[in-house]
Nanobody, 122 residues
Framework: QVQLLEGGGRLVQAGASLRVTCTAS????????IAWFRQAPGKEREFVAA????????IYPASTKDRFTIDRDNAKNTVYLDMNSLKPEDAAVYYC???????????????WGQGTQVTVSS
């Protein structure tokens, strides 16, 4: 079973860039599609980005498509989320998840990390 550990979340100013990471252990990340989700206080969990097992395909919602980039380094068992032009509404706990499909549906991902907090000041 794969374990996921997010890192890199911190306080940044609006307009800044930030990279958060998702590092896997216990099993090779090659076997999984990986997604990022986020959840702000009082809000539902929201899809942020997802990437195919080999990294050749990625999907994004309209809210992040032009500002966020997901990438992966299977040799390092790590997935990255690069976030640019951050807005206060991007503030949330960011979670990575592993599953067997490339999807925006959180129910299709059955391995989750504990999350990393991203705070954006205005």
């Amino acid at each position: 079973q794969v374990q996921l550990l997010e890192g890199g979340g911190r306080l940044v100013q609006a307009g800044a860039s930030l990279r958060v990471t998702c590092t896997a252990s216990g099993r090779s990340i090659n076997n999984y599609y990986i997604a990022w989700f986020r959840q702000a206080p009082g809000k539902e969990r929201e899809f942020v980005a997802a990437i195919s097992r080999g990294g050749e395909s990625a999907i994004y919602p309209a809210s992040t498509k032009d500002r966020f980039t997901i990438d992966r380094d299977n040799a390092k068992n790590t997935v990255y989320l690069d976030m640019n032009s951050l807005k206060p509404e991007d503030a949330a706990v960011y979670y990575c998840a592993a599953g067997a499909y490339l999807s925006q549906d959180s129910h299709l991902y059955n391995h989750w990390g504990q999350g990393t907090q991203v705070t954006v000041s205005s």
